[in-house]
């Protein structure tokens, strides 16, 4: 079988080892790379079309990547998983936070997925809204009393108890991003 070549748009551990997971799932010979990149969005989206285009932007950069620094063209993928906040009518908050990936092959078709979906404390969102430059994972982390929080097991983490972990969710949204290259004949960009 030939070695699929995926490239992630990001340093952070929780994002490339969710990646990984999720292609390990459905490919047996994969090679991961990783690449510093920028959003093109704030550090902390609010919306979903910054979401979505900051992951975009990240799969573009990571694919460009593959092309262009390590000169390989087939089987390859550009990954960007981006989250932020999106409104959400009747949650408490009026936000909920949402992880999306965004994935890009070598054909430049895109297919998007998300991972689960939950609410920050009421506190938290008040710090985001009166301050756009503050990131959640910087609040969450003074309130965890663990800065390096969003790079290991996460808000989500911390909040369910450690029942649910951040590459949990991130992987899911890569699976269901992946979702159309799993299902080549009932999707249209096939």
């Known amino acids: 079988m030939k070695k699929i070549h995926i490239c992630v748009g990001s340093l952070n551990p929780t994002k490339i080892n969710a990646t990984k997971i999720a292609f390990g799932k459905y490919y047996d010979n994969i090679q991961i790379y990783n690449v510093k990149v920028d959003s093109k969005v704030s550090d902390q989206p609010i919306g979903l079309n910054l ?50 990936c965004a994935i890009i092959d070598e054909k430049k078709q895109l297919s998007l997925g998300s991972g689960v979906a939950f609410e920050y404390p009421h506190s938290v969102i008040d710090q985001i809204l009166k301050n756009s430059n503050k990131e959640i994972g910087e609040i969450m982390g003074k309130l965890a009393g663990n800065m390096n929080l969003k790079n290991e097991a ?17 992987t899911q949204s890569v699976i269901c991003a992946l979702l159309p290259y799993m299902n080549k004949g009932l999707y249209q960009f096939y």
């Open 51 to 100: 979401i979505l285009e900051g992951a975009i932007n990240r799969a573009k950069s990571a694919l460009n990547f593959l092309i262009n620094e390590k000169m390989i063209n087939q089987g390859i993928f550009g990954v960007g998983i981006e989250a932020g906040l999106v409104n959400v009518p009747y949650s408490n908050t009026n936000y909920m936070d949402f992880q999306f």
């Open 154 to 170: 996460g808000a989500i983490s911390f909040l369910s108890k450690n029942t649910i972990t951040r590459t949990e969710i991130l």
